[in-house]
């Protein structure tokens, strides 16, 4: 079982990056999908998720700005970020998780987004 990121990279503020999950070992579709990310010094935090049934949770900080969602066909989900900012900068990773489970099982490697004032 695989989760990959990528879509990462370096954009100034207020710019756009869309990543992208893609799951392979098995299909993720019954799975609720999540985007943490982590800051250099900090701990990983939650960013957004987005159930099987396609309910959707976002943090406080990126509300109106970031938007996930998901592609059961493709096995794949997105995170597009908009108006970024400098204290989005930070490592993003994937995640998945059993509905049933309040823990995500299935991480992703990581990719570095970096926002530049």
């Known amino acids: 079982v695989q989760l990959v990121e990528s879509g990462g990279g370096l954009v100034q503020a207020g710019g756009s990056l869309r990543l992208s999950c893609a799951a392979s070992?098995?299909?993720?579709?019954?799975?609720?999908m999540g985007w943490f990310r982590q800051a250099p010094g900090k701990e990983r935090d939650f960013v957004a998720s987005?159930?099987?049934?396609?309910?959707?949770y976002y943090a406080d900080s990126v509300k109106g700005r970031f938007a996930i969602a998901r592609d059961k066909a493709k096995n794949t989900v997105y995170l597009q970020m908009n108006s970024l900012k400098p204290e989005d900068t930070a490592v993003y990773y994937c995640?998945?998780?059993?509905?049933?489970?309040?823990?995500?099982?299935?991480w992703g490697q990581g990719t570095q987004v970096t926002v530049s004032s």
């Open positions: 070992g098995r299909t993720f579709s019954s799975y609720h």
């Open positions: 995640a998945a998780r059993r509905s049933s489970s309040n823990e995500y099982t299935y």
């Open positions: 987005i159930t099987w049934s396609a309910a959707i």
